[in-house]
C-alpha cells in the first residue's frame, strides 16, 4: 500500500503531526503514516538570507528511499525561500514525490500577533494540501478560495478554504484514480 508520509525537519511537536496526519488522510483519501525526523543539511541555509533553500532541501530528499511512499510531506518551522522569491510556505515536485512547507511565516506570532493554535494549524493544513496537490499533478487554481490558488501573503492562505474547488477535486481523482 501506498502512504503520504510526514517527514519533520527538526522539532516539531508529534501530536500536531498526529493531527495533521489524520486530516490528510481525510482530504486525499490515502493513508498518512509519520516517519523519524532528519535535521535539514546545512549546505541549504544562505547566511545572507538567514533562510534556507527548499528547492536543495528537497533535492536533498528525493536522494533518500522510502519504500511504500506515494508522497513524502517535509514540514519545518525554519524559514524557506526559492530562487528568485523573498520566501516561499513551501514547494513541491510537480508531478512527483516530494513536497516540504515552512510553518515559520504560518505562525500568527511572526507578524506581531498572538498566537491562535486554530489560525495556525489552519494555515498548516491548507499549504500542506497545496504543495501536496503540486505533487499529484495539480496547478495553481484562478478560484481565490480554492486551496490550489497561489499564496503570495499570508492573507492569500487565509482567504482559502482547506478544500480543493469541485474543479481541482475532480482533477485530483482523475489522477489518482
Do not use: W
Not at 14 to 24: A, E, I
Not at 49 to 74: C, H, M, T, V, W
Request: negative net charge.
Amino acid at each position: 500500500m501506498n502512504y503520504i508520509y510526514l517527514l519533520p525537519l527538526g522539532d516539531i511537536d508529534q501530536n500536531f503531526f498526529k493531527k495533521l496526519g489524520q486530516d490528510l488522510e481525510k482530504k486525499f483519501r490515502l493513508p498518512v503514516d509519520i516517519i523519524g525526523k532528519i535535521e535539514i543539511p546545512s549546505y541549504t541555509f544562505d547566511n545572507l538570507r538567514n533562510q534556507y533553500n527548499g528547492s536543495k532541501i528537497i533535492a536533498e530528499l528525493s536522494r533518500l528511499d522510502f519504500p511504500n511512499a506515494e508522497k513524502i510531506l517535509a514540514i519545518t518551522n525554519y524559514d524557506l525561500f526559492s530562487e528568485g522569491l523573498n520566501f516561499i510556505f513551501g514547494e513541491a515536485e510537480s508531478p512527483g514525490k516530494i513536497a516540504i512547507i515552512s510553518t515559520a511565516r504560518l505562525d500568527p506570532r511572526f507578524y506581531g500577533k498572538k498566537y491562535d493554535f486554530e489560525i495556525f494549524y489552519q494555515r498548516v493544513l491548507k499549504e500542506a494540501m497545496h504543495e501536496l496537490g503540486h505533487t499529484f499533478s495539480l496547478r495553481h487554481c484562478p478560484n481565490l478560495t480554492c486551496v490550489m490558488h497561489f499564496s503570495n501573503t499570508i492573507e492569500d492562505t487565509d482567504i482559502k478554504n482547506a478544500e480543493f474547488c469541485e474543479k481541482c477535486k475532480k482533477l485530483l481523482e482523475l489522477i489518482k484514480s
